[in-house]
Nanobody, 129 residues
Framework: QVQVVESGGGLVQAGGSLRLSCAAS????????MGWYRQAPGKQRDLVAA???????KYADSVKGRFTISRDNAKNTVYLQMNSLKPEDTAVYYC???????????????????????WGQGTQVTVSS
């Protein structure tokens, strides 16, 4: 089984900073993309930032220039550095990890890999005005 655990959330004043961490563990052959999503009360869960296994990043327009996503492949961990926080950043932040199973070879000698998404339980980020 695979476990995904986030940490680093909390209460911070507007303009402050927080660093979120997310570590994946368990039956993992390799990890593909990793990302952070957030969900405020009454709203849908939206992508905040994502990073591929090669290090390419993508950010929501609302956080560009303020948030930075990074990863440590050796530790199966992804981070989200959040600076210049605003009250509208208040939400539960969820980590998502693409986990690759060990590849198998078919009778025609083609390699097949199964990929599944795993979610953390979420960590609350509250920004006061």
């Amino acid at each position: 089984q695979v476990q995904v655990v986030e940490s680093g959330g909390g209460l911070v004043q507007a303009g402050g900073s927080l660093r979120l961490s997310c570590a994946a563990s368990g039956s993992i052959f390799s990890i593909g993309a990793m990302g952070w999503y957030r969900q405020a009360p009454g709203k849908q869960r939206d992508l905040v930032a994502a990073i591929t296994s090669g290090g390419s990043t993508k950010y929501a327009d609302s956080v560009k220039g303020r948030f930075t996503i990074s990863r440590d492949n050796a530790k199966n961990t992804v981070y989200l550095q959040m600076n210049s926080l605003k009250p509208e950043d208040t939400a539960v932040y969820y980590c998502n990890v693409e986990v690759r199973a060990a590849p198998i070879m078919t009778a025609t000698m083609d390699l097949l890999t199964n990929i599944m998404d795993y979610w953390g339980q979420g960590t609350q980020v509250t920004v006061s005005s």
